[in-house]
């Protein structure tokens, strides 16, 4: 069995409190995806109401709006992401990406020589 160091990162976006991590990216992919804030929650096994917080928590931490909804009736409601929300997800995946590959580097380069004697 190889031990083999790696690093975990991940990025969380403060302003005066937490507002923006792989969580709220998660639950936007999703709502992305299923057109609907409940349908996303229940996809990642989360209660609608604390998906909701969480929205609701990005949105007033960050002063802009990540969700636009519609309510139910004949259509069904649903939610899509306002172009804020793209923006944001867009420059939290790059962000997250940089800061992987540097970190893989950093590692490699401040670790090596525990590396080489596995």
Known sequence: MKNEL???LSVRLFTDRKCFGPG???LLRRVDEHRSLRAA???MEMAYSKAWTIMKNAEEG???KLLASSTGGKGGGGAVLTDEARQFLEA???CCEKL???GDELLASEFAFYNERR
């Open 62 to 64: 960050l002063g802009v």
């Open 6 to 8: 790696r690093a975990v």
């Open 41 to 43: 929650a229940q996809s």
């Open 100 to 102: 992987r590959a540097y």
């Open 92 to 94: 939290y995946e790059r």
């Open 24 to 26: 709220v990216a998660e």
